[in-house]
């Protein structure tokens, strides 16, 4: 068991994989969840499941995973929020979702004047990335801020990265993001021209995967590709959500990003056409549809390299 006491708030697909290796590796640990039956299985590897939000300003070092900027500012300062227990214990929030720069600028404000750092610790990688022990956190805010953090950092994933002050993280796992959505569309693109070619799908990402564009990305995608096998991982909006941030960044900064552009009204028009619980890997079957070809699985066993 920690010394530290550790919150958690918000156990969805990435929450309850990191809560979970943070219970695991002995973390004095109380999660949170609006949703709280999805937070009760933490409870059999030693996770306290806390009835309200407030009772985790009781806790040293709260980590947050929601999904958007709105919620982040919910359920830290809304009417039910973190800071709406009259006595807060803590003094370092960790917020790991994938927010805007602005955002993250203005959270860092409100959790200054109550006298808690902020650290910005974005992730890359999915639940499954965070079970195999290969999820990579971003970090940026005061450097006591991340070394505090770091040994629970190190709980949930062997990779972390400071890149500065302020909100830098937040640029960072932006501009992956973007580069996540571009990378599934073209994959997706060359994918089917090899299919309507004659080439299997298995067969083709057989030899991308060992050739130098191959990547732990491509790797992993392969089983969905090939299988269709599409239970969420990420959805089309979480990544809407993402290019949208990149864009906005773009403007911002004076960049222009024609390729997440292109890919942001791509990604739109699929889920437009109704795909919102399914992984964004379903980008495979609409490109197949923009080119006339309905496709099966394929059923071959094929690795996700995750080991
Ligand atoms: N999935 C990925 O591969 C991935 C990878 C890297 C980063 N991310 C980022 O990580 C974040 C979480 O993604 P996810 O895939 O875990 O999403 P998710 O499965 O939809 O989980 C979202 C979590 O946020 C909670 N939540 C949302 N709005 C809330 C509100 N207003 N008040 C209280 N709780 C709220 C949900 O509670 P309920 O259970 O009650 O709905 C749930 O616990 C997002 O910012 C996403 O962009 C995702």
Redesign the pocket.
Same mark, same amino acid.
């Given at each position: 068991m920690t010394v530290e006491r550790i919150g958690w708030?918000?156990?969805?697909?990435?929450?309850?994989a990191m809560a979970e290796r943070l219970a695991k590796g002995g973390a004095d640990l109380t999660v949170w969840?609006?949703?709280r039956e999805?937070a009760q299985p933490l409870a059999a590897h030693g996770a306290k499941v806390a009835e309200k939000?407030a009772d985790l300003a009781a806790c040293d070092i709260v980590f947050v995973?929601?999904?958007?900027w %709105? %919620?982040v500012r919910?359920?830290i300062t809304?009417p039910h929020g973190l800071l709406s227990a009259g006595d807060v214990a803590t003094r370092l929030v960790v917020e790991?979702?994938?927010?805007s720069l602005e955002g993250s600028a203005e959270l860092r404000e409100m959790l200054k004047s109550r006298g808690i750092d902020l650290l910005a610790a974005?992730?890359?990688?999915?639940?499954k990335?965070i079970k195999a022990g290969r999820l990579s956190f971003v970090c940026s805010g005061p450097k006591h801020a991340y070394e505090a953090a770091l040994p629970y950092l190190k709980l949930i994933a062997p990779a972390a990265s400071y890149v500065g002050e302020g909100e830098l993280a937040r640029i960072v796992?932006i501009c992956h993001?973007v580069f996540l959505g571009v990378v599934t569309q073209s994959l997706a693109e060359v994918t089917i021209l090899a299919q309507k070619a004659g080439v299997p799908r298995h067969a083709f990402l057989d030899f991308m995967n060992q050739s130098v564009m191959g990547s732990t990305f491509t790797r992993y995608k392969t089983p969905a590709f090939v299988n269709l096998d599409f239970k969420v991982?990420?959805?089309p909006e979480?990544?809407r959500? %993402?290019l949208d941030l990149g864009l906005d960044a773009g403007r911002r900064f004076d960049v222009p990003l024609p390729l997440a552009s292109l890919t942001r009204d791509v990604l739109q028009s699929l889920i437009g056409h109704g795909t919102k619980d399914e992984d964004f890997a379903k980008l495979l079957v609409h490109h197949a549809r923009a080119s006339g070809l309905d496709l099966t699985a394929e059923n071959v066993p094929v690795s996700d390299g995750l080991g």
């Open positions: 708030i918000g156990i969805g697909r990435m929450g309850y969840n609006r949703t999805k939000l995973m929601v999904s958007t %709105d %919620d919910e359920v809304g790991c979702s994938s927010i974005p992730v890359s990688g999915n639940a990335v796992k993001n991982t990420f959805t979480l990544l959500k %993402d």
